[in-house]
């Protein structure tokens, strides 16, 4: 028998929280074997190419492109040890077993409960870590215990034991409603087992055949969560509810154990747009009652009987419906476009906001003539080798300079009260992408020559323009350079890259009148900033750091003393 595992998007490591789906690799009903790429992601690092550790058929997809997804939310489901026709045989015994009564329906909800893994499933073992997770083996799927609502234990206690007379359309009224709902449960609980989607069709027709019943709501209807915790998982959800004016504790789910769903909430919306809105001081949260009982009722959810949600929706007032709209158009008022701060550029948000919280950053800047620096490159192009970027002479000139001011290659621990001085360097450098600004970094620059650093520079240049750099090539920076002269621009005071405690800034190389040898000239000239953190050093030695590197640009013999 067949088992349906769920794979949840993994932790991606460095500290990332969420992804945003840019591409699905697989499609339901396709087959996939273990470790096979489902899933592109983009993560505020780099795009990811997410393995599954189950090999079967996709079941299942949670999430369209563009949606955004917590780190443990369900990518996708994938049934171990079933082939297609496997499925499509157990759609349509799901299919036959709507017509059956309810004690039958309730009986084929428990079978998952009977059925085991397949003895290959559990024992399979992909051996592929991305960062945090692995698949040693298969873990057992269980079954969340939620205590039982009021509502639905009244609706039990009238129905009795007519279940069975309810659903061959014998009963009528609260009976009828909670019959019906029992069945519900025993169908979707069938469904899953077979990878079918027959949960929502058998929903929709125990509707339609309650509403021919007459059957009402029953007298103990209540709120659908009361004052306990609202079943929601993805933020999303919560998001889209909050954004529409739609309250979640007057929802009744649709998923697994009453889980509301973004279709749940979709559908109130829907519901709600349905009547043009009037003026009346009916809010959203009433709108939003009035058509729970509904929602469930469609998607078979337990405790909510389907006649009751049929009549529910049958009265629903004009006015409270109207008002659902009347909040959506509260949320989006005002002019503008509002853009989603997220992925790269809210990551990089969150950074610089908290450099500026935390860092008290100072800035001084230096004019240099670097026509000497410009002569050494070509000179250097010019004897034959790779070619040596001037990015990678500045690099050299930063490893030079750390090496006489190690201050600033440091960090503070303020947590212990401390300047923590680092052994190596890092050399982070700003590279403006498509996608936004990263930061790529070439991790032991201060063990590198200007060969070496021009070709791991020009490696992570190419990977930052094609997106993909990893997680592990964006972290771990000690310093960073960055180089904004590619903009056309002279200075700027750049913010530090938290933790950090400094950045070069380098603007562009132009011809300027400069006093060369005691004559006014044209040069090639440069301007050079330095911000850095005034908690690890003084003006000092920060001057004398930037001292050192325009002294570097303006005569690149000096490097000699360290090569």
């Given at each position: 028998?067949?088992?349906?595992?769920?794979?949840?998007?993994?932790?991606?490591?460095?500290?990332?929280?969420?992804?945003?789906?840019?591409?699905?690799?697989?499609?339901?009903?396709?087959?996939?074997?273990?470790?096979?790429?489902?899933?592109?992601?983009?993560?505020?690092?780099?795009?990811?190419?997410?393995?599954?550790?189950?090999?079967?058929?996709?079941?299942?997809?949670?999430?369209?492109?563009?949606?955004?997804?917590?780190?443990?939310?369900?990518?996708?489901?994938?049934?171990?040890?079933?082939?297609?026709?496997?499925?499509?045989?157990?759609?349509?015994?799901?299919?036959?077993?709507?017509?059956?009564?309810?004690?039958?329906?309730?009986?084929?909800?428990?079978?998952?409960?009977?059925?085991?893994?397949?003895?290959?499933?559990?024992?399979?073992?992909?051996?592929?870590?991305?960062?945090?997770?692995?698949?040693?083996?298969?873990?057992?799927?269980?079954?969340?215990?939620?205590?039982?609502?009021?509502?639905?234990?009244?609706?039990?206690?009238?129905?009795?034991?007519?279940?069975?007379?309810?659903?061959?359309?014998?009963?009528?009224?609260?009976?009828?409603?909670?019959?019906?709902?029992?069945?519900?449960?025993?169908?979707?609980?069938?469904?899953?087992?077979?990878?079918?989607?027959?949960?929502?069709?058998?929903?929709?027709?125990?509707?339609?055949?309650?509403?021919?019943?007459?059957?009402?709501?029953?007298?103990?209807?209540?709120?659908?969560?009361?004052?306990?915790?609202?079943?929601?998982?993805s933020p999303l959800v919560r998001k889209l509810a909050r954004e529409n004016g739609v309250d979640l504790r007057e929802l009744v789910g649709s998923?697994?154990?009453?889980?509301?769903?973004?279709?749940?909430?979709?559908?109130?919306?829907?519901?709600?747009?349905?009547?043009?809105?009037?003026?009346?001081?009916?809010?959203?949260?009433?709108?939003?009652?009035?058509?729970?009982?509904?929602?469930?009722?469609?998607?078979?959810?337990?405790?909510?009987?389907?006649?009751?949600?049929?009549?529910?929706?049958?009265?629903?007032?004009?006015?409270?419906?109207?008002?659902?709209?009347?909040?959506?158009?509260?949320?989006?008022?005002?002019?503008?476009?509002?853009?989603?701060?997220?992925?790269?550029?809210?990551?990089?948000?969150?950074?610089?906001?908290?450099?500026?919280?935390?860092?008290?950053?100072?800035?001084?800047?230096?004019?240099?003539?670097?026509?000497?620096?410009?002569?050494?490159?070509?000179?250097?192009?010019?004897?034959?080798?790779?070619?040596?970027?001037?990015?990678?002479?500045?690099?050299?000139?930063?490893?030079?300079?750390?090496?006489?001011?190690?201050?600033?290659?440091?960090?503070?621990?303020?947590?212990?009260?401390?300047?923590?001085?680092?052994?190596?360097?890092?050399?982070?450098?700003?590279?403006?992408?498509?996608?936004?600004?990263?930061?790529?970094?070439?991790?032991?620059?201060?063990?590198?020559?200007?060969?070496?650093?021009?070709?791991?520079?020009?490696?992570?240049?190419?990977?930052?323009?094609?997106?993909?750099?990893?997680?592990?090539?964006?972290?771990?920076?000690?310093?960073?350079?960055?180089?904004?002269?590619?903009?056309?621009?002279?200075?700027?005071?750049?913010?530090?890259?938290?933790?950090?405690?400094?950045?070069?800034?380098v603007g562009r190389i132009v011809p300027k009148p400069w006093v060369h040898q005691g004559e006014l000239a044209v040069r090639q000239v440069v301007q050079?900033?330095?911000?850095?953190?005034?908690?690890?050093?003084?003006?000092?030695?920060?001057?004398?750091?930037?001292?050192?590197?325009?002294?570097?640009?303006?005569?690149?013999?000096?490097?000699?003393?360290?090569?």
């Amino acid at each position: 028998m067949a088992q349906v595992l769920e794979f949840k998007l993994p932790d991606l490591g460095e500290g990332l929280t969420e992804a945003e789906i840019t591409r699905w690799l697989v499609r339901v009903g396709d087959v996939v074997e273990v470790d096979q790429p489902v899933v592109e992601v983009e993560t505020a690092k780099a795009m990811v190419e997410v393995p599954c550790p189950y090999g079967g058929v996709v079941t299942a997809r949670f999430g369209e492109e563009g949606t955004e997804l917590p780190v443990g939310a369900p990518l996708l489901t994938v049934a171990v040890g079933a082939s297609v026709a496997d499925l499509e045989s157990g759609a349509a015994d799901s299919g036959t077993r709507a017509g059956a009564s309810a004690d039958g329906a309730s009986e084929a909800g428990g079978a998952p409960q009977a059925g085991g893994a397949p003895e290959g499933g559990r024992d399979e073992a992909s051996g592929n870590v991305l960062v945090g997770y692995g698949t040693a083996a298969a873990p057992a799927r269980r079954r969340r215990v939620r205590p039982a609502r009021e509502g639905a234990s009244a609706a039990a206690g009238q129905s009795g034991g007519s279940g069975a007379d309810t659903a061959s359309g014998a009963g009528a009224g609260a009976g009828s409603g909670a019959g019906s709902a029992d069945a519900g449960v025993g169908l979707r609980a069938a469904s899953r087992a077979e990878g079918s989607a027959a949960p929502v069709t058998a929903g929709a027709a125990d509707t339609a055949a309650a509403a021919e019943t007459g059957a009402g709501p029953g007298p103990g209807a209540a709120p659908a969560h009361g004052d306990g915790p609202v079943p929601v998982i993805s933020p999303l959800v919560r998001k889209l509810a909050r954004e529409n004016g739609v309250d979640l504790r007057e929802l009744v789910g649709s998923g697994p154990d009453g889980l509301i769903l973004r279709a749940d909430v979709e559908y109130a919306m829907r519901a709600s747009a349905a009547v043009a809105p009037v003026a009346g001081p009916a809010s959203a949260s009433a709108a939003a009652r009035a058509v729970a009982s509904g929602i469930g009722a469609t998607f078979g959810s337990p405790g909510t009987g389907v006649a009751e949600g049929a009549a529910a929706r049958a009265q629903t007032p004009a006015d409270a419906r109207g008002a659902v709209g009347g909040a959506r158009s509260a949320a989006v008022s005002g002019s503008g476009t509002r853009i989603p701060l997220r992925g790269v550029r809210g990551a990089v948000a969150d950074k610089l906001a908290r450099s500026r919280r935390e860092i008290p950053d100072a800035t001084c800047w230096v004019d240099a003539d670097a026509t000497e620096l410009m002569v050494a490159r070509r000179a250097m192009n010019a004897a034959g080798g790779p070619k040596v970027s001037l990015l990678a002479l500045l690099a050299r000139v930063c490893t030079a300079a750390l090496a006489r001011y190690p201050e600033l290659n440091s960090t503070v621990d303020m947590e212990a009260r401390e300047i923590v001085r680092l052994d190596e360097v890092h050399l982070g450098f700003a590279a403006q992408t498509d996608r936004g600004l990263v930061v790529p970094v070439v991790k032991g620059a201060h063990a590198r020559d200007t060969e070496s650093l021009s070709a791991e520079l020009a490696r992570l240049s190419d990977a930052a323009r094609t997106g993909t750099l990893t997680p592990g090539e964006l972290t771990g920076s000690t310093f960073t350079l960055n180089n904004y002269g590619v903009f056309g621009v002279d200075g700027s005071t750049p913010i530090i890259n938290h933790p950090e405690a400094a950045m070069l800034g380098v603007g562009r190389i132009v011809p300027k009148p400069w006093v060369h040898q005691g004559e006014l000239a044209v040069r090639q000239v440069v301007q050079l900033s330095l911000t850095f953190d005034h908690r690890v050093c003084d003006g000092g030695t920060a001057g004398g750091f930037l001292r050192f590197v325009a002294d570097c640009v303006e005569q690149p013999a000096v490097l000699l003393r360290s090569v």
